[in-house]
Each structure stands twice: as structure tokens, then as C-alpha cells.
């Protein structure tokens, strides 16, 4: 499994759609938030223009979306078997070559983020 853009930009679309929808931050916030014009977000959001990389990542940065927002139970946990397998075969290739794998060090664990709308409550709050 590999995450595309294609299969990800209507996920994101829609939950941009959604929480603007139930009013937890406006178009015109996530724009300022982004960097993007009000217009040429509502435009992507409406299907009428696409959605670019670099733009998905600037809309699920502003809405502090994670997979979890994106996908349901099942495919969540098939992505999560996918990025384990991708992180073993990390550790194997650093193993091989005689290097330490970085991600055991303290500074490069990853750790996982609460799901809550602080992102929203900071984004209206700046």
C-alpha cells in the first residue's frame, strides 16, 4: 500500500468541506491560515479547480487533520501494518550498512498526537 494524492486530495476536500460546514473555522480563516485565497480555496473545495501536493499539505496542516480524520477504522489499520512494514525495513537497511537506526534516539521517537481541536482553537486564536 502507498498513500497517493490522487486518493488523498478528496478526503482532504472533504473534510475541509466538513468542519467548515459545521463551523469550527471559516474559509476565510483556513486561507489566511494557508496562504491561499479565499477564492481559489472555495474553487478546490467545489471540485473546480484541483488540489496540488503542496496545497493538501498546507490544508491538513491548518486543520490539524491526521489519518484518522481522513480514513475509517479499517483502512486506517491497514496503513498502520503498511508504515510499521515501512519502518522495519528502515531499520533493516540502517542495520545493514552498520549505522544506528536515528528513529532510536529519544530526538527522533515519534510520538503520537491527541486528537483535538486545538488546532482550530489556535488558528482562531492567531
Known amino acids: 500500500m502507498q498513500l497517493q494524492h490522487a486518493e488523498l486530495a478528496p478526503r482532504i476536500r472533504a473534510h475541509v468541506r466538513a468542519i467548515v460546514k459545521r463551523r469550527d473555522v471559516t474559509l476565510t ?3 489566511a491560515r494557508t496562504g491561499y ?6 474553487n478546490v473545495l467545489a471540485g473546480r479547480r484541483s488540489m496540488r ?3 493538501a499539505e498546507a490544508l491538513t496542516r491548518a486543520t490539524g487533520a491526521t489519518l484518522a480524520d481522513l480514513f475509517g477504522d479499517a483502512e486506517l489499520r491497514s496503513i498502520e501494518k503498511w508504515m510499521a512494514a515501512q519502518c ?3 531499520r533493516d537497511v540502517w542495520a545493514a550498512v552498520g549505522i544506528q537506526d536515528p528513529a532510536a534516539s529519544p530526538a527522533g521517537a515519534v510520538t503520537k498526537r491527541p486528537r483535538t481541536a486545538e488546532p482550530l482553537k489556535a488558528m482562531r486564536a492567531g
Open 29 to 31: 480563516e483556513i486561507a
Open 37 to 42: 485565497t479565499e477564492a481559489h480555496l472555495s
Open 88 to 90: 522495519d525495513r528502515s
Open 53 to 55: 501536493p503542496e496545497l
